[in-house]
């Protein structure tokens, strides 16, 4: 693993457990089944959302839901995406959702 391109992250699970996870160079999980709830929630202390409120899981269980049904993005490119939102926002919610980087 290149520190200049990817990094890895160790989150507490429950206070007891703890997991390694690695993020690829735009800090987005490199393996999306290592995605949970402990994962987004030490996202956020990472600057992307704080706290995750109800409406945030809202948007974050749509996507992974999509993605898991279709096996993809919810079909809107990034383009338009960031047209509706800010690219942060965007961004923020896919990460959090433990989805690969949109495309487009």
Avoid at 26 to 45: G, H, I, M, Q, R
């Amino acid at each position: 693993m290149s520190s200049e391109t990817e990094r890895q992250i160790t989150v507490n699970i429950a206070h007891a457990n703890e997991i390694n996870v690695e993020l690829d160079k735009d800090d987005f999980l490199k393996n999306p089944e290592d995605w949970s709830t402990a994962v987004a929630e030490y996202l956020t202390t990472e600057g992307y959302l704080s706290p995750l409120t109800d409406d945030y899981w809202k948007v974050i269980n749509y996507l992974i839901g999509y993605y898991k049904k279709f096996g993809k993005d919810t079909g809107c490119n990034l383009y338009e995406l960031e047209n509706l939102f800010s690219s942060d926002c965007v961004r923020a919610a896919y990460k959090l959702a433990g989805l690969p980087k949109p495309t487009g």
